[in-house]
């Protein structure tokens, strides 16, 4: 009888262990960089508007990233333009990027009343594979330097 309860007991804990094994790989993949944004110097021009984006990302990816290029998207999926490729960006290390940008006005509005700029962190692979990333975004003030 004590045989078979301690089996179960190390049956539950190896599941237990498996499953949270499972929820920290994929809560790591969800989350490998993140930001704050600012918007400013906006200029209207009819159905867009030129805007200036000032980005702090933060990397938490566990390793050092090379040439990536920063990517703004529209929610739709189109890419709106990027930020100047970034040689290298350390693991835990943050980059502070500006870039003006001309984007659909309806982009503007849904950032304004609570959307995100969606940012995209692209690399490539060795073997030419191609990576984006997406970028966890918050419209609060910026970290001071």
Partial sequence: MRYVLLS???IVL???SCLLGALT???????DFSGFYTISNVVDQGDQALITLRV???N????DVQQAVVALRESGGGQLGT??????WRNHGELRLTQQ???PKRELVNWQTGGQPALMV???AANGQRHDRFVQMSGRAMLAR
């Fill in 101 to 103: 940008f001309l984007v």
């Fill in 8 to 10: 179960r007991t190390w």
């Fill in 14 to 16: 190896i599941t237990l």
């Fill in 122 to 124: 692209v690399t490539h």
């Fill in 25 to 31: 790989v994929s809560a790591k993949d969800g989350r």
């Fill in 56 to 58: 702090q990302l933060l």
């Fill in 60 to 63: 938490h990816s566990n390793a």
């Fill in 83 to 88: 930020f100047p490729s970034v040689k290298l």
